[in-house]
């Protein structure tokens, strides 16, 4: 049997690996920062709070010795770092948090590894927003690199410490870059699940407009489920590695709109410009989105489209999920939240 452990298990993508762990016969160790963390509901939904074979740990990744203490306790075969600060838009208030959290504390794990068992396999949760403000795309491995935000930056610096960690150390440390990847277990703080619950909510008559933020960047949304299977797949690689894992498809904030609302049967009517453009119900004509300047970003990472090349010819990776499928089963399953409310 091996054992993994998991930081930020009560997140969208530690509740999917952990039953995806679980099901593959692994001993889960689960971290969260605090002994009841506000996901533990993700942990429900997928069905594995619980199970004789996940336990939970309370764990700071920024304070090193809670690092070593866990180390020693779970003699982890595979570490998934998956604990971060990771709103954007919130590392402009806490850039400081958000450098301690996501920057330094992948290399407090990574020392810890160092230190106890260099056999321990790491990966580190990259993202697409690495690659910010940069202008070739798709990008793929190599990048160009240019964060646009606090939150990037500091993942970058972890990027590159796990690959220093992988060559100076030998330590099989590998990265997934991973573009934005969704599902009902989503917060409702991120823009698809904001809109799918919002579109929920407005179908039966209980909400009666979405305000959001800038509808015209571009995003490369994939399916949860399927990106935590990558995350295994690079670990089970013969080399470590950096891996982009990504649909390809670029579609705007406006797009998933318009596909979500139209998963209910409620085309969108586009009316006015700027900061006064509206969608309009076409068959009520009654506004259902309206923009508030309030969810736009200081800086803005405008078109984020990854190429995921490399993990379809290493790992067999390939992204399935349509997003016209994505939004479906995300309203769905929002719809159906809404109505146990009742
Ligand atoms: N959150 C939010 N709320 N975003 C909005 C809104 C709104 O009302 N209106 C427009 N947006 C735009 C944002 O400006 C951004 O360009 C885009 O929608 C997506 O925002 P988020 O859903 O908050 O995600 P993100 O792209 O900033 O970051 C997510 O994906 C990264 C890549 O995988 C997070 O999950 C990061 O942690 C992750 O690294």
């Known amino acids: ?12 993508d530690g509740a999917y690996l952990a039953r995806l762990l679980l099901d593959k016969g692994y001993r889960v160790y689960g971290t969260s920062r605090k002994s009841e963390p506000e996901g533990r509901w993700r942990l429900v939904e997928t069905g594995v709070l619980g199970n004789d074979s996940l336990r939970f740990c309370e764990h700071d990744i920024t304070d090193f010795s809670s690092n070593l203490r866990l180390l020693e306790a779970c003699e982890p075969d595979e570490i998934y770092n998956l604990a971060a600060q990771s709103y954007v838009g919130l590392s402009f208030k806490q850039p400081l948090v958000t450098g301690a959290v996501n ?22 949760a990259s993202t697409s927003e690495m690659f910010g403000k940069a202008e070739d795309s ?7 690199f240019f964060p646009h935000n606090p939150y990037g930056a500091a993942k970058l610096y972890a990027h590159f410490m796990t690959i220093n960690y992988a ?24 823009v698809t699940r904001k809109i799918t619950d919002s579109v929920a909510r407005i179908r039966l008559g209980k909400m009666d407009c979405l305000e959001l933020g ?3 960047v571009y995003r490369d949304w994939g399916y949860a489920k399927e990106y935590v299977a990558g995350m295994w797949k690079i670990l089970q690689a013969p080399t470590p590695g950096t891996y982009v894992l990504s649909t390809g498809r670029p579609k705007t904030v406006r797009d998933f709109a318009r596909l979500s609302f139209s998963s209910v049967g409620i085309e969108l009517d586009w009316v006015g410009d700027g900061l006064n453009e509206v969608a309009k119900d076409r068959h009520t004509g ?11 970003r200081p800086t803005e990472s405008e078109r984020q489209v990854g190429d995921a090349d490399k993990a379809l010819r290493e790992l067999g990776w390939k992204a399935e999920t349509t997003l ?10 929002d719809i159906r939240r809404c109505e146990k409310e009742a």
């Open 286 to 296: 009654k506004t259902v989105i309206r923009i508030n300047p309030q969810f736009f």
């Open 214 to 216: 800038n509808l015209d």
């Open 324 to 333: 016209e499928q994505l939004c479906s089963l995300m309203v769905e399953a």
């Open 167 to 190: 060559n100076a150390h030998s330590i099989f440390a590998s990265s997934g870059i991973l573009f934005n990847h969704e599902s009902p277990l989503r917060s409702k703080s991120f």
């Open 138 to 144: 798709p990008h793929n491995e190599l990048g160009p």
């Open 1 to 12: 049997m091996k054992t993994a452990l998991i930081t930020g298990i009560t997140g969208q």
């Open 103 to 124: 920057g330094l504390g992948p290399v407090c794990l990574l020392e810890a590894i160092r230190i106890l068992n260099p056999q321990t396999k790491f990966y580190q």
